[in-house]
């Protein structure tokens, strides 16, 4: 069995790097600032976070495991970890020595503030390791101007002040984040429409075999484990490429290959239907005529 380290509160991870702890909910490990040697002998092969975890990694030399797959850290990469998630460790060099910053905050933290509901936008949460942000010279500056100001107010005596600025700060933190995000899909493009060209592959090659009627409708989750990207991940970026979600996208190649279907007046709406994967064809009907208009029979006499 893998030995994995529970990390549920902040002070479990600082126990971990024996590090002081300013805050029960909050804290900042700067690896330069840590003595490898003081480390606990226990080794792991894995962390279950039970707070929130970035870590700006600027060395190379450690791998992560996430769904399988083993991921090199590049140098000025930010990693997102959200709770209940768990990443696996290996490939350790035996020189390796961590290098740059983690960030640690617990749900509690945000109990009461505006970012306790709007957490949830930031996808990058659940994006998986090998889909992490890659920060630019100037990027970086930017992040470790809000994690030195983080830094600071946690060395302050705790005033009334002293919650409002660190959550502040960390929703700045994160908003930098997503921009810098955006950036980075523009910069992959190439990448991206890759990518893309594959989905449409992999939605006519579904629909053209039998696993509508053995599987049904076809998920994102599916097509992004097809392309080995994680479901979050995989809907930004359509939507950056398409300006439509993911499931809009699926659902207008779904209602092209559906008119085509519609036009073969052998086979009768329900058919149709069942072939495109709807259990039931009432269901197909309302989605057809959402999309198009007309109802498949009113459109089938359209064209005819």
Do not use: W
Not at 48 to 64: E, S, T
Not at 167 to 190: G, M, S
Not at 217 to 242: C, H, M, R
């Amino acid at each position: 069995m893998k030995n994995i380290l529970e990390i549920k509160t902040v002070a479990n991870y600082f126990k971990l790097r024996n590090c002081e702890v300013l805050h029960p909910l909050v804290g900042i490990v700067d690896f330069d600032k840590v003595n490898e040697n003081e480390y606990p002998n226990t080794s792991y092969d894995a962390f279950h976070f039970g707070c929130y975890a970035i870590f700006l990694k600027d060395a190379v030399g450690c791998k992560i495991k996430y769904g399988g797959k083993s991921y090199d850290y590049d140098e000025g990469t930010l990693v997102f970890m959200a709770p209940n998630q768990t990443i696996e460790l290996g490939g350790y060099d035996p020189n390796f020595v961590p290098k740059g910053y983690a960030l640690l905050f617990h749900p509690d933290l945000l109990l009461g503030t505006a970012v306790a509901k709007k957490v949830v936008e930031y996808n990058f949460f659940t994006y998986s390791s090998h889909e992490a942000l890659h920060l630019s010279s100037k990027e970086r500056k930017i992040i470790l101007s809000l994690l030195d100001k983080i830094q600071f107010e946690l060395e302050q005596n705790m005033d009334k002040h002293s919650k409002k600025l660190i959550v502040a700060n960390i929703e700045l933190f994160l908003d930098y984040c997503l921009r810098f995000y955006d950036r980075q899909f523009l910069t992959r493009e190439v990448v991206n429409q890759s990518a893309l060209q594959k989905f449409d592959t992999l939605l006519v090659d579904y629909f053209s075999s039998e696993k509508p009627k053995t599987y049904g409708l076809p998920s994102v989750g599916y097509f992004a484990e097809q392309l080995n990207l994680s479901p979050n991940y995989f809907g930004d970026l359509v939507k950056k490429e398409t300006g439509k979600s993911a499931q809009e996208y699926i659902q207008g190649k779904l209602i092209n290959i559906a008119k085509e279907k519609v036009f073969d007046p052998s086979k009768s709406v329900s058919e149709i239907a069942y072939e495109l994967g709807f259990k039931y064809p009432q269901h197909f009907s309302r989605l057809f005529k959402q999309k198009v208009g007309y109802s498949p029979k009113d459109f089938r006499s359209s064209i005819n």
